[in-house]
Each structure stands twice: as C-alpha cells, then as structure tokens.
C-alpha cells in the first residue's frame, strides 16, 4: 500500500505537528479502497490510514468535507469499479473517485436488490 | 459449566420465569393487555394477525405461538381467543399443553364479554404467578443456553466495534457449550464470500445463498429499489452507503465461528458446536420471534443508532459502540463499547464484556430492555391479507 503514488509520505506532510492534528480513519482489510473516518475531516486535513492494530497504513488528505463515520478513498477508482471495504466489495463507483475524496451515495451505487432498473 | 436456570416440563431450561398471554387474533389483543398488565409477571403476546390467513402463514402463526407457548423462559401460558379465527385456540391450546403444564385457556364467544373474562384471566395469571414465585432456579449445563445473535439501527460503529466483539463473545459461548444462533437473511446480501468461508457443509451455504436470492429476487419482480429500506435512512445517515457494506458489517458478528446448521423460520436449532442460520429478515421485531422460535433464551442485540426494543419471551442485551448514543440513551444500553473506537479498548475485551453480560443475564440480572418495561411482540407475516 505504502508504494501507491496517490498516498502522501510522512515528509510530504512536513512537520510532527501537522502530523499530530490529523484526522484519524480506520482500514479494516488489505484489500480496501476506502476507510472510515473516526472524526470529521474537512477539505484539505491530512487524514492518518491506520489498521485495527493501531499501526499506519498510510497518509491521505480529504479533498472535501467528509462526515464522522463515513468514508475516504484510498487510491483513484474509475467508473463502475469496485469499492472495496473488509475486503470485499461493498458496490460500483458511480463515477471516477480520486484518492481522498468522499465517498457515500453520490459516487458508490450498490448492484444488489434493484428491482428499479 | 453450570448456570442458575429454572426447569421445565420439557426437559429445557428457562432462564426467566413469565407468563405468556397469547392472543389467538388481533380482535382480543385489548383483553390479552388488560390481563397481562395487572400481573407483573405477565407478558400479552399481541399480534396484529389470526384470522384471514391461508395456508404457509397460516400454519407459520400458530406454530410460532406454539413455540413461544412452549419456550423454556415461559413458565405458565394463558391462551385467549376469541371463536372464529383460523388459528383455532383450542388446537393452540392442546398443542401447548403436550409440553407446558401450566396452561389456561378462555375463548371469548364461550365465555363472555371484556370485563368478566379480563376479571378471569387476571384470576387465572395470579395462580400462576404464586405457583411460580416458589420455583427456584437449579444448576443446567450451560449447553442447555442458546444464545441470539441480532443488529439493529446499525451505523459505521457496528460494523468496527460492537459486532466484531460480538463475534468474539459468540466465539466463547461455543467453546464453552453453548448454541449460538442468528438471522438477519437480507443483512447477509454481500456477505456471501464471507459466509463461505465459514459454513462446514456446502448445503448450509447453498440454502443462506438461495434464501438471500429471493429476498433480493422479491425486490426485483416488485420493481423496487431495496436501497429504500436496505441501508435505511437511519443508516445511510450513518455512514453505511450500500446494503453490501451494512452487511459485510452485520455479519462480523458471528465472528469466526463455524456455521454448522442453516434452518428456516419456525425450526428450533439443535446443533452445538458452531453457529445456527435461521432465515429471517432484517426487521428487529421478526428477527426476534424467528431467533427466540429456534430457542434463544438470551438476544444479544448491537445497535449503532439506538433502539429501546425488548423482546416478551427473552431478554434483550443491547451493545453499543457508538459513544454519542451511550449518552444519549444511556438507560437504553447495557454494554458501551465505545472505547474501542474512541479509547483504547479491544475487540477481545469488548467480547469478554459482552460474554459476561450474557453469563449474568441469563442467571436472572435484568437488563435494561426488561427495567423500562419493553417486552414487544408480533407474528411474521409470509403472505399478503388475501380476504
């Protein structure tokens, strides 16, 4: 995870205490695109990817507003791509995602269920 | 290991001592009440349905009265029925009686209007009620326990805190000789690499697979968005996007137990040893009847949102991992796992919390859902009200 182009490095964020304000955001499987924000982040804080085990995954930067509990990408997913969370796919980008934006229902549609198409 | 339980006639063991009013159709639903709420001891097992059923639902209703009539935590049953509905209170009656001594039955059109039958009923509850205030509880092997399995007002919390640590809690019951079982068939929609990985037998995983596949085939031919309800509003609110995320969430609560048996509505579960599927939906109140129906005595319920929900036939633990709601409804939540996610508490930890709750609950410690006085009901519906 840590070579992919799109996640900043601890000197790119420059000094501790920027790092020391980040938003927090838990990955739950190797495999994910997204992670949940454990605090609200707004456009342009640095957001620390870390796992369960407290270690960090990486190091992104919210390109918008994101609510607590909701997600963030992780790298860029192209239209009708997989998001993936706890390793599986949780639907299909609606849309191309770039790493760090918000991620909910404007841009991930569920493929189960759609007895309306 | 042995835990404080009252016996029954049966041969199981209850870990409450209530008294089941169980209306045979909605109409004596105000009777059933009255009755119940002047013995305190007493639940009314009201229900919205009993007459202008047909066939499967038909036969689905009087069986889960049967099994509630029968469940181990009910100790006396009082069946009122009214004289012209199809779940016919004689028959329910007999049925109960094979195995639950302690049953009464009135039916209305034989024995009067409001007043005299609440006024017999109520007479009928308080010798039950003395009977069963002298029951004490005895040692039962704790694999006489089934334990419940539900979610419910689910948001980003449940799917990292509060379901993970049921898993672990769900993990420890087995190994201890306990039943584990759990429902939930549409929160299981997305979860099916998961499941695999998890179900012993190919033929349990084909069945949660097809069992899902009409869930989401129903939603297909009503021309219907399932997002409408799956996630809810309440969910999507918070941070669940997509029915696949809510149940990849949902399903970390059986944890890496081995799924040893896929039953359906109405079936009790009888294998130790791993975990037990039973096809429900999703709705808090149906889930609750088709868990208790295989035979939980203890619900163990983790709920993001919030929810007061209780259950007649069993107690219900709630668990939470979300801290604004530990405030929030504070007296509504009996486990406040919020620490895993705002401090430094582990999912291991949040289990064994969890574990002990259920330990102590089930040798009679009440929890919060029984305190505030929610004991809810309903039947499960399967078919439309053709007539």
């Given amino acids: 995870m840590e070579q992919n182009k799109h996640y900043f490095s601890k000197e790119q964020i420059g000094s501790e205490s920027s790092a020391e304000t980040a938003k927090t955001a838990l990955f739950m499987n190797k495999k994910d695109n997204v992670a949940t924000l454990l605090s609200e982040a707004a456009a342009g804080d640095i957001v620390m990817v870390k796992a369960s ?19 963030i990408a992780l790298k860029n997913i192209a239209d009708g791509d997989d998001v993936i969370k706890y390793g599986f796919s949780i639907g299909k980008a609606n ?17 189960r269920g759609r007895g309306d198409l | 290991m042995k835990l404080k339980m009252f016996k029954r006639a049966n041969g199981t063991f209850g870990v409450r001592n209530r008294i089941a009013v169980i209306p045979t159709v909605a109409c004596v639903n105000h009777v059933a009440e009255k009755i119940a709420a002047a013995v305190d001891i007493a639940d009314a097992y009201t229900h919205p349905y009993g007459c202008d059923q047909l066939g499967a639902d038909l036969t689905l209703s009087f069986e889960c009265l049967r099994l509630m009539g029968t469940h ?21 009656y007999e049925a109960i009686k094979t195995e639950q001594p302690d049953t009464e039955l009135i039916v209305m059109q034989e024995f009067g209007g409001t007043t005299d039958t609440v006024e017999r009923g109520i007479e009928i509850c308080e010798a039950f009620k003395e009977k069963l205030l002298k029951q004490e509880r005895v040692d039962a092997d704790i694999s006489e326990l089934t334990v419940g399995l539900e979610c419910g007002g689910s948001d980003f919390t449940s799917g990292i805190a509060s379901n993970p640590s049921l898993g672990k809690m769900a993990e420890k ?10 429902g939930e068939t549409t929160e299981l929609m997305g979860a099916e690499g998961i499941l695999k990985e998890l179900c012993e037998n190919e033929k349990d995983y084909d069945f949660i697979c097809d069992r899902i596949k009409r869930v989401e085939n129903t939603a297909i031919d009503m021309k219907v968005d399932l997002r409408g309800t799956q996630p809810s509003p309440g969910n999507i609110d918070g941070g669940l996007t997509t029915i696949e995320e809510k149940s990849l969430g949902a399903v970390c609560k059986i944890g890496q137990c081995k799924i040893v048996d896929a039953i359906a509505f109405g079936e ?36 993001g949102r919030g929810t007061p929900m209780g259950f007649a036939a069993a107690p219900m633990i709630k668990v939470t991992g979300n801290s604004r709601i530990a405030k929030v409804m504070k007296e509504n939540i009996d486990i406040d796992l919020s620490g895993i996610i705002d401090a430094d508490m582990t999912i291991d930890e949040g289990g064994k919390l969890v574990y002990e709750a259920v330990i102590k609950t089930a040798e009679g410690e009440e929890c919060a859902a029984e305190k505030l006085g929610h004991r809810d009901f309903s039947l499960y519906r399967i078919s439309p009200i053709l007539t």
């Fill in chain 1, 53 to 71: 085990d407290g270690s960090i995954v990486c190091i992104t930067r919210a390109n918008g507003d994101i609510v607590r509990g909701h997600k």
């Fill in chain 1, 95 to 111: 849309g191309s995602i770039i790493s760090g934006d918000y991620v909910h229902t404007h841009n991930l549609v569920s493929g």
């Fill in chain 2, 72 to 92: 181990p935590n009910t100790g006396a049953v009082l069946v009122v029925g009214l004289g012209c509905e199809e779940i016919l209170p004689h028959e329910l």
């Fill in chain 2, 173 to 182: 019951l087995i190994n201890a000789g306990a039943k584990v079982v759990f």
């Fill in chain 2, 268 to 303: 009790k579960a009888k294998k130790h040893g791993g975990i037990t599927f039973v096809d429900t939906p999703g709705n808090d109140i149906a889930c609750s009847l088709g868990i208790a129906c295989a035979g939980a005595q203890v619900l163990v319920f983790t709920t």
